[in-house]
């Protein structure tokens, strides 16, 4: 990519994509180290560093948009203040972040998990600071496939569906349990349950793994995974950049869909429930 200081990149052989997705499928995460060069890392943390810092993008984020756009508040575990720690929508913000869409063997990892013709769904920079995270274990969303009380879990000889799922990119070194590594129980995603408990969750014997990696290594996960950031105790920030990536057939049915365009007047006069349904809000909410 001419001046970008992101890579293009190649995909891995496709017995190599292959064996990743495999492993993707079988554990509900798969670690893959070193893809992303020191420059690209140091490009892509002062990118979200000067993003934090702005305060013309702090004033855009009002009360209306905060939990929408832009950043999240989360609460400072060692203060109790509320601190911004996520980036979202970084799309719109600089075309470092969409040249990350398209960095191989990213791209084609995704294509190979959720299908050809992929859609962007989701990009977010996280930046914990020390003492800042989300630390509950947890789903992304609600469990998909539930089982009945009745059922231990999903059959082990089905490829349990992914529509859509996350690749985590580590922007710095994370390296102990202090610096809030990414956790995750393996095969948890066959469980058709959330967490059985927040203390240690175990899944058949798995009990939490801690992903210990370097900046520019990356991780993907499925979103049914039981998963959390371990607390950042230790002095240093910790910064995930996170791309999603969804079938294609969920874009046309939940993304297309809601954006066909409804006459403005229609929308002025339409009642709650049609708003609600439509995806829309009224302009002065
Ligand atoms: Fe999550």
């Not at 470092?96 to 398209?102: A, G, Q, S």
């Not at 800042?132 to 969303?141: E, F, Q």
């Not at 049914?224 to 294609?248: D, E, F, M």
């Amino acid at each position: 990519m001419a001046n970008s200081p992101i890579l293009s990149g190649e995909p891995f052989s496709q017995e190599k994509t292959h064996e990743l997705a495999e492993q993707f499928f079988r554990d509900g995460f798969v670690y893959i180290p070193g893809v992303l060069t020191p420059e690209e890392v140091t490009a892509l943390r002062d990118k979200t560093d000067a993003f934090f810092d702005d305060p013309e993008l702090a004033e855009r984020t009002n009360p209306h948009l905060a939990d929408v756009r832009y950043i999240q508040m989360g609460s400072h575990a060692n203060s109790g203040e509320t601190l911004p720690f996520i980036l979202r929508n970084t799309i719109e913000l600089d075309p470092i972040f969409r040249d990350m869409l398209l960095r191989e063997p990213i791209l084609s990892l995704a294509e190979a998990i959720v299908g050809e013709n992929c859609k962007f769904c989701g990009q977010n920079v996280l930046r914990n600071l020390p003492g800042l995270s989300i630390s509950s274990w947890h789903v992304d969303g609600s469990i998909h496939f539930p089982v009945s009380d009745e059922m231990p879990r999903h059959d082990p000889r089905l490829r349990m569906p992914v529509m859509w799922f996350t690749v985590q990119m580590a922007l710095s070194d994370i390296d102990t349990l202090e610096e809030g590594p990414t956790q995750y129980v393996r095969g948890s995603h066959y469980s058709g349950r959330g967490p059985n408990t927040q203390e240690n969750p175990e899944f058949e014997g798995n009990k939490p793994v801690s992903i210990f990696c370097k900046a520019g290594d990356i991780y993907l996960q499925d979103p049914q995974c039981w998963h959390r950031g371990a607390p950042n105790v230790s002095n240093k920030t910790r910064y995930i950049l996170q791309s999603q990536y969804a079938a294609y057939w969920a874009y046309w049915r939940f993304n297309l869909c809601n954006g066909v365009p409804v006459p403005e007047d229609a929308l002025q006069t339409a009642d709650d429930r049609l708003l609600s349904l439509l995806g829309r809000s009224r302009p002065s909410e």
